[in-house]
């Protein structure tokens, strides 16, 4: 989205209000939920393999 108050992005909340953020703390913002979610990604596939290595061993 282009900004004609730069270096502020106007941020876009359900179609009809603007909220003005500094541009930098945007991409803070963003860098920061990218690198949350792949941290959650890898937790829980760690948890898979953990489980799932256990759930192997256990013969009934």
Not at 31 to 46: F, G, I, L, V, Y
Request: hydrophobic share 35%.
């Amino acid at each position: 989205m282009l900004s004609r108050t730069a270096p502020c992005f106007n941020g876009d909340i359900r179609s009809h209000e603007r909220v003005s953020l500094p541009f930098l703390d945007f991409i803070r913002f963003c860098k920061q939920h990218m690198s949350d979610k792949r941290n959650e990604a890898r937790s829980s596939t760690h948890y898979d393999a953990v489980f799932m290595k256990t759930k192997t061993r256990v013969k009934v």
